[in-house]
């Protein structure tokens, strides 16, 4: 099968993108991570794809604040596409991208976020599920489109609330789903079992192995 291409956008650790590197490198998802993107020079996640040999580039987010000006932007893209990327994966990148961009790769960008959506979009979801009381919690990875953390949901995961968590240790187990659903996402991706139809995400069965493939 031919392997995803797939370039990342991060801004931090870099776990998550750990996570799909692993699983990338030792042949248990078909996808292959061929460019690494930051916004932040010295970002933890810029050196996990160096280990890994993957290129990794840190492109200047321009002057605004919470996105990409539009030359950034530009320079995103290209890198994008001199590397021959199929999807986008957003792991921890903060900075909303404009309609040009979404446009560009439409149905092809996706995030994880780190609480069961349409439940506590936005920053510091863990702390706000733990501060409004839920009993479960847990991650979603979903296609982004123009609204903050809104887009057609892939998977999910729940982690429930134990009675002795706090905001930090539920966190962590969420994160560990996280490192389990953001691979196997786009494994499905991967294998086209993946069709968008309005809000709803269809997965589709696995293609029945033809006479002679191995098992
Ligand atoms: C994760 O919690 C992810 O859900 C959110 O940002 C965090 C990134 O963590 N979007 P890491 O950089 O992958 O460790």
């Given amino acids: 099968m ?8 991060a801004s931090g650790r870099g776990s998550n993108l750990g996570a ?4 990338s490198l030792n042949g248990s998802i078909d996808v292959e991570v061929v460019v690494v993107i930051s916004d932040v020079e010295d ?26 000006t539009r030359e950034a932007e530009a320079a995103y893209l290209e890198a994008l596409e001199h590397h021959s990327v199929d999807v986008v994966a957003l792991a921890g990148f903060m900075r ?3 309609d040009s961009f979404l446009e ?10 780190p609480s069961l959506l349409p439940s506590f979009p936005g920053l510091h979801a863990q702390r706000q599920a733990f501060e409004y009381g839920v009993r479960w919690s847990g991650c979603t990875v979903h296609f982004v489109d123009a609204g903050v953390d809104r887009g ?12 002795h968590d706090t905001a930090d240790t539920l966190a962590a187990r969420i994160l560990e789903q996280e490192h389990e659903a953001y691979p196997e996402a786009l494994q499905l991706i991967a294998e086209g079992r993946v069709r968008i ?3 709803r995400v269809i997965t589709l069965p696995p293609a029945p192995q033809g006479p002679g493939e191995a098992t």
């Fill in 2 to 9: 031919k392997r995803l291409r797939l370039g990342v956008l």
């Fill in 20 to 23: 799909i590197l692993e699983r």
């Fill in 43 to 68: 970002a933890a996640a810029l050196d996990r794809a160096r280990a890994a040999d993957v290129p990794a580039l840190f492109i200047p987010p321009g002057d605004y604040r919470t996105r990409l």
């Fill in 96 to 98: 909303i991208l404009h």
């Fill in 104 to 113: 560009r790769y439409a149905g092809r960008i996706v995030n994880i976020h």
């Fill in 152 to 163: 057609p949901i892939i998977l999910q995961k729940a982690v429930p609330v134990l009675p």
């Fill in 197 to 199: 139809d309005g809000r």
